[in-house]
């Protein structure tokens, strides 16, 4: 008997409807749908105290932009660890260990994680240094804000949650999943354009087809990131 793992996701934002929009379509759809991971948003603001729901104040010792509240993020964040396990605590910030294959498959069996999404120029340190476990990056630009990120990192982890990929898409050969770029893919029409597919592709011998997929998989990862044919001929 297959026991299937499931996956909660707790998003804090300003924004929950970027999320709950982004959760309606493809793949992450389908994870809801069939119940194998369940995706939470939180809007900070319903965690304001004050009559206009302020999230955020100028920075101490000045400068421009505006810091959210560590005290109103806290409450967000304790709304959800109070009905249910927040699990593990991930700011999204471009000062974070960028996210990786690797670490997505970390995450998707990791059973429940609560994502930070900040806004305007950040948030208060004194919560992180409290309530934060890890932190995230997409990539080494700034974005305005984590909701982005967020998305990122949900389409990234859901794909891989036991049982969310058909088999006929299961996601084994994908590009980083095996240390290697996938390999080139053609479909119908056989001439586009004046040019053809590989005949191999086409004459049905499947353990040439494999072998064929293999060294292109290797060639690609050889020309476009050597620094992973680096590491994928040490590994073997
Ligand atoms: N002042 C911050 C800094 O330089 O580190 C950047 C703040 S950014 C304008 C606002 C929010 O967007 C951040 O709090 C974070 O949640 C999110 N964000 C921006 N870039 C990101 C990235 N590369 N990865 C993940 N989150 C990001």
Redesign the pocket.
Known sequence: VTVMQRLTIHVLTLFPDIIDHYAKYGIVRRSVERELVQIHTVNIRDFTEDRHRTVDDTPYGGGA?MI?RADVLARSLESVSKSNDAGKVI??????RTLTQTLANELSISGTFTL????????DERFCERYVDDE???????????E??AMVVIDAVTRLVPGVMNDFESGLDDSFQNDLLDCPWYTRPVEFEGMTVPDVLMGGDHKKIECWRHEQSILRTKQRRPDMMKKYSTDK
Request: glycine residues 24%; proline residues 7%; positive net charge.
């Open positions: 932009g959210m700011l999204l910030t471009p000062q974070g930070i999404c900040g806004r305007y120029r950040g948030i995230l990056s997409i990539g080494d630009y700034v974005l305005s804000g984590g982005p990120a």
